[in-house]
């Protein structure tokens, strides 16, 4: 048996828009100019709380908890509707997980992205089946780029750093894969705050998911 862990947006989906929707009618509830969806896939991947953050006008906000939690809960009311039904798994994605699932490769999601969203969108889109454990960012006392979240992983499905692969595309996923000691391809279309993922050096660069098959041809 052997293992792949999966970054989910920008590496597997894209997800940016329905993103961009959600932070903007935030934004425009409390009368603050909307973002651009270029700037939301530059704060994409350390979890909605820190993409607000980024997002949000006043900073004096973020630090007074009751208003930043009402901030909060209103982001996660818009993303609610609209997460899953505007955002496109990428080319050759789906395909993949179901070759791979069929000759038996664990498969599993390690995300930033908090439940109840992370399900949402795989529901969406077909594929929660096709994952043996999901991991958000919310699932544990730690997330990316924690490589502590690599190591559960591997203790949960049972298998090594050895023979399992991490797949992402950000600098964040390769800090997080290379601190466990596992292997890390990465994709070139993905979010990364807007900078090339090839200077952050990842073990390998693939320019569609379908090239994961070939880890287990080696």
Same mark, same amino acid.
């Given at each position: 048996?052997?293992?792949?862990?999966?970054?989910?947006?920008?590496?597997?989906?894209?997800?940016?828009?329905?993103?961009?929707?959600?932070?903007?009618?935030?934004?425009?509830?409390?009368?603050?100019?909307?973002?651009?969806?270029?700037?939301?896939?530059?704060?994409?991947?350390?979890?909605?709380?820190?993409?607000?953050?980024?997002?949000?006008?006043?900073?004096?906000?973020?630090?007074?908890?009751?208003?930043?939690?009402?901030?909060?809960?209103? $982001?996660?009311?818009?993303?609610?509707?609209?997460?899953?039904?505007?955002? =496109? @798994?990428? +080319? %050759? &994605?789906?395909?993949?997980?179901?070759?791979?699932?069929?000759?038996?490769?664990?498969?599993?999601?390690?995300?930033?992205?908090?439940?109840?969203?992370?399900?949402?969108?795989?529901?969406?889109?077909?594929?929660?089946?096709? $994952?043996?454990?999901?991991?958000?960012?919310?699932?544990?006392?730690?997330? =990316? @780029?924690? +490589? %502590? &979240?690599?190591?559960?992983?591997?203790?949960?499905?049972?298998?090594?750093?050895?023979?399992?692969?991490?797949?992402?595309?950000?600098?964040?996923?390769?800090?997080?894969?290379?601190?466990?000691?596992?292997?890390?391809?990465?994709?070139?279309?993905?979010?990364?705050?807007?900078?090339?993922?090839?200077?952050?050096?990842?073990?390998?660069?693939?320019?569609?998911?379908?090239?994961?098959?070939?880890?287990?041809?080696?």
């Amino acid at each position: 048996m052997a293992l792949v862990m999966y970054d989910l947006d920008g590496t597997l989906i894209d997800t940016a828009s329905e993103i961009a929707l959600a932070v903007n009618a935030t934004l425009m509830q409390y009368e603050f100019n909307a973002v651009t969806e270029h700037q939301v896939k530059a704060w994409i991947g350390h979890g909605t709380v820190w993409l607000m953050q980024q997002a949000w006008p006043d900073k004096r906000d973020i630090h007074v908890q009751a208003t930043w939690n009402k901030v909060m809960e209103n $982001f996660m009311q818009h993303y609610k509707h609209v997460v899953g039904t505007m955002s =496109k @798994p990428y +080319p %050759t &994605v789906l395909d993949t997980l179901i070759k791979l699932k069929k000759q038996g490769i664990k498969q599993a999601i390690v995300t930033n992205k908090e439940e109840p969203y992370t399900s949402k969108i795989l529901e969406q889109h077909d594929m929660k089946g096709l $994952f043996d454990l999901l991991i958000s960012g919310n699932s544990l006392p730690y997330k =990316k @780029p924690d +490589p %502590t &979240v690599v190591g559960y992983c591997l203790e949960a499905l049972g298998e090594t750093k050895e023979n399992s692969l991490f797949v992402g595309d950000s600098e964040i996923d390769i800090t997080t894969a290379k601190n466990a000691g596992v292997t890390c391809w990465v994709v070139p279309y993905g979010y990364n705050a807007g900078r090339d993922i090839a200077q952050a050096n990842p073990d390998k660069m693939i320019d569609s998911i379908s090239k994961v098959s070939e880890f287990f041809n080696q």
